[in-house]
């Protein structure tokens, strides 16, 4: 027996289960799609996995539903701290970006709307009005201001030779009209004037920047976020993690993905060890072949 002899042995057993588990590895994967030739499929058409890439799906889905990402483990990933610090610095954020560069009459809109915010404007002025109307009755201005010149003219002229001519009767004689003259004008014209004012500095107000006007504490509002976030994971988080189906979902994206997509994302995670298998069998086909030289 020559040399070409004994290592042709082991030289070809190596190819040989190298490529016999190559091709294994590879009929895991290829063909991605059945072939048919006069309409009977081929054996082996399409590969192991894209044939049975619904029971692997869902295989995978309840392996990570039952064991990897179960609802208590999704519970518990809602209600904590990490949850919590992001919702409460998303909700100051989108606070921070949402009254940034609008005015008060802007967010106001943005949040009820043109219509619901008129109204309310609306209902506002003529509650304000109508609460002036009343204190402005209950205060009897009229009276209370002509009684105060009244006696601010009895004031003036005691003493003097006036006061042989201004008797409180005659100041009582012009005071009585002219409180009725005042208070006429407050329910009338003044109250005119009155809502002009506060119509005026409400429209001010509504024009002012949004975040000027709503200043509110960042640290407080975040631990307000983090209180009620919390409580509300604790009362529902149950009902929320029914709601999500895990294994539905991982099966239908895994259903979904194209065959060469999840080849890809197979390979990228056992590559090394279906190499490994490969190179397996070239190493045992090579020892195979040693063998057979002293058999």
């Given at each position: ?9 082991p030289v ?13 590895v ?22 192991i ?8 799906a ?5 392996a ?11 519970a ?22 949402f009254?940034a ?9 943005a ?14 002025r ?21 009684s ?98 895990v ?49």
């Open positions: 027996m020559n040399w070409l002899q004994i290592v042709s042995g070809i057993g190596g190819v040989i289960g190298y490529f016999t588990n190559y091709l294994a590879k009929m895991l994967f290829r063909p991605h799609h059945e072939i048919r030739v006069f309409g009977k499929t081929l054996p082996f058409t399409p590969g996995i894209p044939r049975r890439r619904g029971a692997l869902r295989a995978v889905a309840n990570v539903s039952d064991s990897l990402l179960s609802r208590d483990d999704l518990r990933m809602l209600g904590s701290d990490e949850a919590q610090s992001a919702v409460a610095e998303a909700v100051c954020a989108g606070l921070d970006d009254l560069d609008r005015t008060l009459r802007e967010a106001a809109a949040m009820i709307g043109d219509e619901r915010l008129n109204g309310a404007l609306s209902a506002a003529e509650a304000v009005s109508r609460r002036v109307r009343e204190k402005l009755a209950e205060m009897n201005l009229g009276t209370t201001i002509a105060v010149a009244g006696e601010s003219v009895l004031e003036k002229t005691r003493g003097t030779m006036l006061a042989m001519f201004v008797s409180p009767d005659l100041v009582a004689s012009f005071t009585g009209p002219m409180a009725q003259r005042i208070d006429g004008y407050l329910q009338t014209d003044g109250m005119s004037r009155i809502d002009e004012m506060l119509s005026a500095e409400l429209d001010g107000l509504l024009n002012r920047p949004a975040g000027d006007v709503l200043r509110f504490d960042a640290d407080a509002l975040k631990a307000r976020v983090r209180e009620v976030y919390s409580a509300f994971v604790r009362d529902h988080a149950a009902g929320i993690t029914a709601r999500m189906d294994a539905a979902t991982v099966e239908a994206k895994i259903n979904a993905m194209d065959v060469a997509e999840l080849e890809n994302l197979i390979l990228s995670v056992m590559k090394h060890e279906l190499n490994a298998i490969v190179n397996l069998g070239a190493v045992i086909g090579l020892i195979i072949g040693v063998l057979n030289i002293f058999l």
